[in-house]
Each structure stands twice: as C-alpha cells, then as structure tokens.
C-alpha cells in the first residue's frame, strides 16, 4: 500500500522558516518523483517544488525560488521541503504526493498518490 506522510506544519511568523517532511512507503522510491503542493483556502491547489528521485533533478514555482528549498534522503524514504523567509501569502496546506517517471512535472494529474497535508500557517 501507497502512503505518503506529510509533517512539519506549523505556525511561524512571516520570515520565519520551517521544514516539512514527506515520509514515503510501497512504492520503488528512486523510480519516483515527489512534488509538493498546497492549497490555500478559496483557491486552487498549486504546485510548489518538485524533485526527481532517479536523478535529483528539482525544480520550483517562481514565487518560492530563492526561498524554498526540495531535498531527498532515499535511503530514508524521505523528502524535505526546507521553507525559509516564509510570507503571509504562504499560508496554505501543504501536500505531498508521487507520480512515477515523470520527471520534474509540475502537472497535478501525473501524481497518482497524494498524501494527508500538513497545514503551514505565516503571521505577518
């Protein structure tokens, strides 16, 4: 079974950083690529970083390019999400999910698990 776990969520003041963690299980992780999304309320959901796990291949949103930062630890099964001078208009839930083979896609539909999301919440 799929699961993907998403953590480290919380309330920070703008500027502040945080770092959110994906914690990934059944599924072959290096054939993988995990992107993170998130969604704040009223819009839609929108991607953020992404990161090929063949290759560590990353790419991000222009409005967190400079700020945030994707990581992998394959042998953890894991992916970070490293979020510095965070900003009001970063408050959304956050979302990690899996797509296989598929690069560094920023396309919602090519990840076929989704896990629970972690809600970030800046003050400013």
């Known amino acids: 079974e799929v699961q993907l776990q998403a953590s480290g969520g919380g309330l920070v003041q703008a500027g502040g950083s945080l770092r959110l963690s994906c914690q990934a299980s059944?599924?072959?992780?290096?054939?993988?690529?995990i992107g993170w999304f998130r969604q704040a309320p009223g819009k839609e959901r929108e991607g953020v970083s992404y990161?090929?796990?063949?290759?560590?291949?990353?790419d991000y949103a222009d409005s967190v390019k400079g700020r945030f930062t994707i990581s992998s630890d394959n042998a953890k099964n894991t992916v970070y999400l490293q979020m510095n001078s965070l900003k009001p208009e970063d408050t959304a839930v956050y979302f990690c999910?899996?797509?296989?083979?598929?690069?560094?896609?920023?396309?919602?539909?090519?990840?076929?698990?989704w896990g629970q999301g972690t809600q970030v919440t800046v003050s400013s």
């Open positions: 059944g599924f072959a992780f290096d054939d993988y690529a």
């Open positions: 999910a899996a797509g296989s083979r598929i690069g560094v896609s920023d396309r919602r539909n090519e990840y076929a698990y």
């Open positions: 990161i090929s796990l063949s290759d560590g291949d990353t």
